[in-house]
């Protein structure tokens, strides 16, 4: 129950992120449930497809489905709300990182798969579907630009790793790293630290 209540409000807070995004392109509704759609279950999609879990999650378990329109509804009724406070899409999109990075870890796990495969599907569950929303969107995702993003989610995996090599409860250890890629991220866009950029000005 508690991995599942952390796959819900990651998914939530992805669908919201979507639908900032497509109302700031001026969408028809249509086009911002879909945003908001692609956004919230595309990570989780080719995570599942990679370790051969199909049908995909989201077929399989009408909350997701149920979530994501849900808040498609609730971000309809309070669309000026969402609009005045655009910067929010910065939180939301952070707090969805920091959740499903751990959401892919655990399904990494629960397949049998190595530390360093599982990070990697966490990676991939918390940018996939980013990246998806930012191309459908035409913008260049936000994993691909010079802020940190898939970085974040490495660091908090390997985290998460660390910490239950300790005698406590893992619940703690996965509280930790979701708590601990949400601060990173945070604190790399207030104090602007990025990876080196390549190309001369």
């Known amino acids: 129950m508690f991995?599942?209540?952390?796959?819900?409000?990651?998914?939530?807070?992805?669908?919201?992120?979507?639908?900032?995004?497509?109302?700031?392109?001026?969408?028809?509704?249509?086009?911002?449930?879909?945003?908001?759609?692609?956004?919230?279950?595309?990570?989780?999609?080719?995570?599942?497809?990679?370790?051969?879990?199909?049908p995909v999650n989201w077929m399989t378990t009408p909350v997701y489905l149920i979530t994501i329109s849900a808040t498609f509804f609730v971000a309809i009724i309070f669309v000026n709300q969402l609009r005045y406070f655009r910067k929010s899409l910065f939180l939301f999109d952070t707090i969805g990182i920091g959740l499903y990075t751990m959401?892919?870890?655990?399904?990494g796990l629960n397949a049998g798969l190595s530390p360093v495969i599982c990070i990697i599907l966490g990676t991939i569950t918390a940018s996939f579907g980013g990246v998806i929303r930012d191309i459908l969107c035409n913008e260049i995702p936000v994993i691909f630009r010079k802020e940190v993003y898939a970085t974040i989610c490495?660091?908090?995996?390997?985290?998460?790793?660390?910490?239950?090599?300790?005698?406590?409860?893992?619940?703690?250890?996965?509280?930790?790293?979701?708590?601990?890629?949400?601060?990173?991220?945070?604190?790399?866009?207030?104090?602007?630290?990025s990876l080196p950029n390549i190309y001369k000005d």
């Open 3 to 54: 991995y599942l209540v952390i796959d819900i409000l990651g998914t939530i807070a992805f669908a919201i992120s979507g639908v900032l995004v497509a109302m700031e392109k001026k969408l028809d509704l249509f086009g911002v449930l879909i945003i908001a759609f692609v956004t919230a279950i595309g990570g989780g999609t080719l995570r599942d497809l990679l370790i051969g879990n199909t």
């Open 103 to 107: 959401v892919g870890v655990e399904k």
């Open 154 to 193: 490495i660091l908090g995996g390997i985290i998460y790793f660390v910490l239950i090599q300790f005698p406590f409860d893992t619940t703690y250890a996965y509280v930790a790293a979701i708590l601990s890629i949400i601060v990173m991220r945070l604190l790399a866009v207030r104090f602007k630290i």
